[in-house]
């Protein structure tokens, strides 16, 4: 399994991006994780490839949406209301079993990450 993610750059606080994640290969759940300078990774949100069960964050819920494209094998993340905390790498992942939706340890393949700056 191979995912790429796309589409970071700088935007203003209140703006919103779309991040995508190109997968090749047969995954259960994908991710979206991100991690600040001097911060750990955390858990922004995930997607079930068939059915489409979602999970989101506390902090995210309410701004950003996560959707798949079966058809393009790739994975959307639409970040709206943007605020400078959301600043980070943002990496999607990919896990091979259902459960553990939050936690990066349970996601077996990892993207590169693609980096989002929010000014205020």
């Known amino acids: 399994v191979q995912l790429q993610a796309s589409g970071g750059g700088l935007v203003q606080a209140g703006g919103s991006l779309r991040l995508s994640c190109a997968v090749s290969?047969?995954?259960?759940?994908v991710g979206w994780f991100r991690q600040a300078p001097g911060k750990e990774r955390e858990f922004v949100a995930a997607i079930v490839s068939t059915g489409g069960s979602t999970y989101y964050a506390d902090s995210v819920k309410g701004r950003f949406t996560i959707s798949r494209d079966n058809a393009k094998n790739t994975i959307y993340l639409q970040m709206n209301s943007l605020k400078p905390e959301d600043t980070a790498v943002y990496y999607c992942?990919?896990?091979?079993?259902?459960?553990?939706?939050?936690?990066?340890?349970?996601?077996?393949?990892w993207g590169q990450g693609t980096l989002v700056t929010v000014s205020s």
């Open positions: 290969g047969r995954t259960f759940k």
């Open positions: 992942a990919a896990g091979s079993y259902s459960g553990g939706y939050y936690y990066a340890r349970t996601y077996d393949y």
